[in-house]
């Protein structure tokens, strides 16, 4: 399977390609299309130690979009930060959780316009690994009556995996049972926390481009 668009090698002429293909985390390239178009081997590691995981996906494979996989909410905020990179040709970097059902793992994530507004790379590289402790996440059953809401769907958070209990308003349980494997009725969506701490107000959303408009929340 290929993992690197020839075309693509041109935009990456100011990198070392083996240092990206070494580097531990996942690292993958984008058209400034998002339609992926380098992935190196950290990727499919990635991919392998998150099985489930919303965002990444073993199946993906260059020529897909990396904004498939993400729920409306965070599509929309990526793409415009994404585009933002692009057009303003400065990296934009943010740390972001991934954990699994046993550790708490948290990664910062790099990204790199290319080219002359041609594409985009997007580096990974974890900066937390622990387990879970009890203090930090109780553990809480895989009960679907607590879970399942009026529209028989389970709502995950894509970042911290919590799941949106339907017993009290806005409180979300950590099920690591659903985070190995997540219900075939799983919707991913943001807790409130996670919103806020990734999305503050204060973080613009841009508009000034073709690609974002008419994307806007309302
Ligand atoms: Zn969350």
Redesign the pocket.
């Known amino acids: 399977m290929a993992r690197i668009d020839p075309e693509f090698r041109r935009l990456l002429e100011n990198y070392n390609l083996d240092d990206l293909e070494a580097h531990s985390g996942p690292i993958y390239g984008v058209w400034k299309n998002f339609i992926l178009a380098y992935l190196n081997p950290g990727w499919y590691r990635f991919s392998q130690e998150n099985g489930g995981e919303p965002m990444i996906s073993a199946e993906w494979d260059l020529g897909r979009s990396i904004l498939d996989c993400m729920p409306g909410e965070m599509k929309l905020f990526y793409k415009s930060k994404l585009n933002d990179c692009l057009n303003s040709h400065r990296a934009w970097d943010y740390e972001f959780e991934c954990s699994s059902d046993i550790f708490y793992r948290r990664y910062h994530q790099i990204v790199h316009p290319l080219g002359n507004r041609e594409g985009l790379l997007i580096i990974n590289s974890l900066v937390i690994e622990r387990y879970h402790t009890l203090e930090d996440r109780p553990v809480r059953a895989a009960d679907r009556s607590l879970y399942t809401d009026k529209n028989g769907m389970i709502n995950q958070?894509a970042?911290?995996r919590?799941v949106k209990s339907i017993q009290e308003v806005e409180c979300?349980d950590w099920v690591p049972e659903w985070v190995k494997q997540c219900p075939k009725n799983t919707t991913h969506t943001?807790?409130s926390?996670?919103f806020g701490f990734y999305f503050p107000k204060s973080m613009t959303i841009s508009s000034s481009n073709g690609q974002a408009q008419g994307n806007r929340p309302g």
């Open positions: 958070c970042y911290c919590r979300w943001f807790c926390t996670c």
